[in-house]
């Protein structure tokens, strides 16, 4: 069997699954023809937008899903992001996963200077009346549920926009919202 691959920048509102027993929620499959046995590999919830690699291929899932792939995200966060919140990331933090404490891995962020150009949202974010917010970029190497959002949160700094811009050498800015396109195969680097 010729395995198919898929790359997808999943906008705002839409849920990574092909089916659901929920009446209200957009899918994958309202925006392309997969064929069919395509699964996400990873999840964006609903809220999340950005990189999203989609596979005929199980293995294929299971590589990209390791320890061993680097994970980028840009989070708008609410607040002025500080030094020691960053510093904290950077470290590790406490979360919550299915009731119980997680410590996260080490792992890379930065408060970005200026907000990524990225399209605007179909849903308003905030009014600006409600204060500032800035921008940190977060490279994990592990994929907890909602762990991006968890992390912020935990410093202080809940997340207001999350979206994924790389996953292993693959980036994002090559993607319309919505587009997808078929490739050979996933330079992970």
């Known amino acids: 069997?010729?395995?198919r691959h898929f790359?997808?920048?999943?906008?705002?509102?839409?849920?990574?699954q092909f089916v659901t027993d929920?009446?209200?929620?957009?899918?994958?499959?309202?925006?392309?023809?997969?064929?069919?046995?395509t699964?996400?590999?990873?999840?964006?919830?609903?809220a999340s937008e950005g990189l999203l690699l989609l596979t005929t291929d199980g293995k294929v899932s299971e590589q990209v899903r390791g320890k061993h792939v680097e994970k980028e995200y840009y989070a708008?966060?609410?607040?002025?992001?500080?030094?020691?919140?960053?510093?904290?990331?950077?470290?590790?933090?406490?979360i919550g996963i299915y009731g119980e404490q997680y410590g996260t891995r080490p792992c890379t962020a930065f408060r970005?200077?200026?907000?990524?150009?990225?399209?605007?949202?179909?849903?308003?974010?905030?009014?600006?009346?409600?204060?500032?917010?800035?921008?940190?970029?977060?490279?994990?190497s592990e994929g907890k549920n909602r762990q991006v959002r968890k992390m912020t949160a935990a410093v202080g700094f809940p997340t207001l926009r999350l979206v994924r811009v790389?996953?292993?050498?693959?980036?994002?800015?090559?993607?319309?919202?919505?587009?997808?396109s078929e490739v050979e195969s996933f330079d992970l680097g």
């Open 1 to 3: 069997m010729q395995h």
């Open 7 to 16: 790359i997808l920048h999943k906008p705002y509102g839409y849920i990574s």
């Open 22 to 37: 929920k009446k209200k929620q957009k899918l994958l499959g309202e925006l392309y023809d997969f064929p069919e046995g």
């Open 39 to 46: 699964m996400a590999i990873g999840r964006l919830d609903e």
């Open 76 to 94: 708008q966060v609410d607040g002025l992001i500080t030094d020691e919140a960053i510093t904290q990331m950077q470290a590790g933090v406490s």
């Open 112 to 140: 970005l200077e200026a907000a990524p150009d990225f399209p605007e949202r179909s849903r308003r974010i905030r009014s600006d009346r409600h204060g500032p917010t800035s921008w940190v970029s977060i490279t994990i």
């Open 166 to 180: 790389r996953i292993g050498n693959m980036r994002l800015q090559e993607f319309v919202p919505g587009s997808v």
